[in-house]
């Protein structure tokens, strides 16, 4: 009886502890981006936090003939620049226990920023949901995690 009750009790403690890994996946780390539209993998990006903030960078593009692409449509200090190496997600803070927002994220295809807020599917810890902002408009993109 006290064995069965100990084996219980480590089957239960197991349970919550597996739970509370799932549910706290980070959003950090290497996403592969999607076109919601086509369907087709764009790009590599680096979720990454500098002091209590997110931020992501380009690390690779995809898409055949676009490797080398520059900024055009960008304004600013970004105009004609290098989309690889490009930090597109700006800013973000937790919001909520798997949730950012507060900051904003680059189109380095239309040069354009919106608001953003991303968080981790609860239902598939390898999909970050990226959602972009104008006025009350929005478009959700769902990327997946780069496993290595």
Known sequence: MKYLFFKILLLVCMLI??????????????????DD????????????KKGDRIYGKVQKI???????????????????KPVVGMQ???????SDDNEYS?????????GKKYRCKIWVNPENPNELKV?????????????HRVTN
């Open 62 to 80: 995809l898409e055949k003939g676009k490797e080398n692409a520059l900024c055009i449509k960008c304004e600013g200090e970004l105009k004609d």
């Open 37 to 48: 539209v086509s369907g087709n993998a764009k790009s590599i990006l680096e979720v990454y």
């Open 131 to 143: 959602r972009g902002y104008l006025a009350f408009f929005y478009r959700t993109q769902t990327w």
């Open 102 to 110: 507060g900051g904003e994220i680059l189109d380095p295809e239309n």
């Open 88 to 94: 597109i997600i700006n800013g973000l803070k937790n």
């Open 17 to 34: 502890l597996n739970v509370q890994v799932v549910s706290s996946q980070s959003v950090l780390g290497q996403w592969k981006t999607i």
